[in-house]
């Protein structure tokens, strides 16, 4: 059967950027994708992104996955900031494959030195 959509949750609507946590269930499986849509990139917009991620990040030892929005996305490499790191390919149902970025509790110590050090 696969995972499909279950529930929307916003965690965050900026005017820069807009981020939400999609849950996706398979019988009794759970997966969490975030998504964030950016509009205004600059480096005060992406300190508070990484502190809202931080907070929210604390509250939840369940990974979290992203998947880039086009294959091989440039733009991509800012989700490493957020204590993303590269998992693997997986197959879109638009039959594409994108690269699929995974948060462990764990990479969010790397945040807490990211942000000392700003």
């Known amino acids: 059967m696969g995972f499909e959509f279950y529930q929307e949750h916003e965690l965050s609507v900026q005017p820069e950027y807009?981020?939400?946590?999609?849950?996706?269930?398979?019988?009794?499986?759970?997966?969490?994708?975030?998504?964030?849509?950016?509009?205004?990139?600059?480096?005060?917009?992406?300190?508070?992104?990484?502190?809202?991620?931080?907070?929210?990040?604390?509250?939840?030892?369940a990974p979290l996955f992203a998947i880039e929005p086009s294959?091989?996305?440039?733009?991509?490499h800012c989700f490493s900031h957020l204590g993303f790191?590269?998992?693997?390919?997986?197959?879109?149902?638009?039959?594409?494959?994108?690269r699929c970025y995974v948060s462990k509790k764990k990479n969010n110590d790397d945040l807490k030195h990211f942000i000392t050090e700003q």
């Open 85 to 98: 790191r590269y998992s693997s390919r997986v197959e879109c149902t638009d039959g594409l494959t994108r």
């Open 71 to 76: 294959p091989d996305d440039a733009k991509w």
């Open 18 to 61: 807009r981020s939400v946590l999609h849950e996706l269930r398979d019988g009794d499986q759970q997966m969490l994708v975030m998504h964030i849509d950016v509009h205004q990139f600059k480096p005060s917009v992406m300190k508070r992104m990484i502190r809202e991620f931080t907070t929210f990040r604390s509250c939840t030892d």
